[in-house]
């Protein structure tokens, strides 16, 4: 270990070294369980280790050490960031170890790279970048052109990564030409197993949609311009089934004002031999679709391209690192593509986004009616002197399209809150049986118009009652002039935020002449739930809350006998 890093362990070494080299911002880490892990740069590629177990003891140790600092994001997730003297360590750390026999080593030519070094026909700059099989440098060429050069990185070599590697090499040495797709200049392609060569290919220096002016309104018909380009290229590939599988901002580019695709290391294609394990997860965190996260090499990838291709529109339009997970539904508001993004006729594109993320496959739009969709928003349509054409935009069928959705959001709501009331109807019968054989008057099941007590509050700003009703028993004993009641009750609200609120309870209620009595009512049992419609939750608390009416109905019963006693004593 070297002097100026006491008891530092090798994988914080390596761990902090591949997070300075990669040019990113921030480290992200967080551990699922069951061997599931997130540990990446940004989205510009995963972070190798060696001891999965102890990946938080190192992290720990390196931000006590001042190398890292840490911060927590809204969902758990650790969030580190390099600090001033992580440069300063890595530099006082003795040079990676070599193998006898050179600079060279078993993983595949030189552990290090170094600016000025010679690579082919190519002079290194500096390190750019890194995704998930390799690192970028920037070069210049004997001829003076400027080029991109990915390298395998050398911990991959003689292992699957190195095989996605070759196939990327392949796919572009086959598809060189092409327009859309960021062209193959050089490469250096050593037979398997040969630990003296270096793995790597050059594409020239292109501009990556991450450092284009993209989001929000003002830029929304360029990059929807720029999205339909590369859906077309897509939808050409997809023709000869072949699939991209790993799109997302990062690996767009513009080449000399043309959208291109880069970075094809998980590229799928006729007779390529099979290189997907079982059970495999492959693409990019939020970016994959649900298919490609397990068994992904039996999945014709056509659908998931269109799927990671409407996420990166939305997180370009929106100005987020990363877009949210899951299907991005237009009537949730924090999803919906027209309210991170309030260009005019965002409306219109909703809809696309919306059906392009979805779970079912078979839903979702082709790459070629996707790229179709983003043409016909591209085109203005032509203003008529007809008095029905604003009506036929499809910004107003989007509109009227969510109105509908919240009508019948709202009547399948209160539906649900209908068939709560109905559901406690046998038990309050059985309740005012008892009630009645108890106490020797009337009592019947009926609508309960004065618990206004009982309420929701109409709070500012607080999600408010769409609709309201409520069940109950009144049994009433004593003379004309002081009458004591027991009230048994149900009632259900439908709040707006998509929610059920149910309160049931006993009370006993002292009145004379027809008027209550201060302090006149006491409440001998009640509870409440307010769960979301349709939850497990609110099907659990109604089932409890019924059970629980049945076995206070004793208890209120003896309350009202005693204060009836009481009364009598007191005349």
């Known amino acids: 270990m070297d002097r100026h890093s006491p008891n530092v362990t090798e994988q914080a070494i390596s761990i902090l070294r591949q997070f300075a080299e990669s040019g990113g911002h921030s480290l992200i880490y967080q551990d699922y369980g069951s061997g599931q892990i997130v540990f990446q740069v940004d989205n510009i590629g995963a972070i190798t280790f060696t001891e999965g177990e102890f990946i938080q003891d190192d992290l720990d140790q390196l931000a006590s050490l001042d190398l890292l600092r840490l911060e927590h994001g809204s969902d758990g997730m650790q969030i580190y960031h390099i600090t001033r003297r992580t440069k300063p360590f890595l530099a006082s750390l003795s040079p990676t170890p070599t193998k006898a026999g050179g600079d060279r080593d078993k993983s595949g030519g030189q552990s290090r790279l170094l600016s000025g070094e010679r690579v082919g026909e190519w002079v290194l700059h500096e390190s750019i970048g890194q995704g998930g099989n390799g690192f ?84 929304l018909e360029k990059l929807v311009e720029y999205t339909r380009d590369v859906a077309q290229t897509l939808a050409k590939l997809h023709a000869e089934r072949k699939w991209h599988r790993d799109l997302k901002p990062e690996n767009l580019f513009m080449l000399n004002g043309v959208p291109v695709i880069g970075d094809f290391g998980l590229v799928d294609f006729p007779d390529k031999e099979p290189n997907t394990r079982a059970s495999e997860h492959v693409g990019s965190r939020n970016y994959t679709a649900p298919e490609l996260e397990g068994d992904a090499g039996d999945v014709l990838a056509g659908p998931a391209d269109v799927y990671s291709l409407a996420k990166t529109l939305w997180t370009l339009a929106s100005g987020k690192a990363h877009p949210p997970p899951g299907h991005l539904r237009m009537d949730t508001e924090e999803l919906r593509f027209s309210h991170i993004c309030t260009h005019q006729r965002a409306l219109s594109l909703d809809h696309l986004i919306e059906r392009s993320t979805t779970h079912s496959l078979t839903n979702r739009p082709t790459m070629e009616s996707f790229a179709s969709e983003l043409s016909a928003w591209l085109t203005q349509p032509t203003k008529t002197d007809s008095p029905t054409s604003a009506a036929l935009s499809p910004d107003h069928k989007a509109l009227f399209e969510m109105e509908r959705r919240t009508r019948l959001a709202k009547e399948q709501l209160i539906q649900s809150a209908s068939v709560i009331i109905s559901f406690y109807q046998p038990v309050l019968q059985e309740i005012a049986q008892a009630i009645q054989s108890a106490v020797l008057v009337e009592a019947h099941v009926g609508k309960v118009f004065h618990l206004e007590h009982e309420k929701l509050p109409a709070l500012f700003q607080a999600p408010q009652v769409e609709w309201s009703d409520a069940v109950g028993i009144r049994a009433t004993v004593g003379e004309d002039w002081i009458t004591h009641s027991l009230q048994t009750f149900v009632q259900v609200e439908a709040i707006e935020d998509d929610s059920i609120r149910v309160v049931a309870g006993h009370f006993v209620e002292k009145m004379a002449r027809g008027e209550r009595l201060f302090r006149g009512v006491e409440t001998m049992w009640r509870n409440e739930s307010r769960a979301p419609h349709g939850s497990a939750k609110a099907e659990n608390d109604v089932i409890q809350m019924r059970d629980e009416l049945q076995n206070n109905l004793g208890a209120a019963l003896q309350r009202l006998a005693d204060e009836i006693m009481k009364s009598k004593k007191k005349r």
């Open 136 to 219: 970028v440098w920037s070069a210049t060429g004997l001829g003076g052109e400027r080029a991109a050069i990915k390298f395998l990185k050398p911990e991959y070599f003689g292992q699957q990564r190195e095989k996605r590697f070759r196939d990327e090499i392949e796919f572009l040495r086959r598809e060189n030409g092409r327009t859309g797709i960021l062209p193959l200049i050089d490469y250096n392609l050593p037979s398997p197993g040969n630990p003296d060569q270096r793995l790597w290919f050059a594409t020239p220096l292109a501009i990556c949609f991450t450092g284009l002016k993209l989001a929000n309104a003002e830029n």
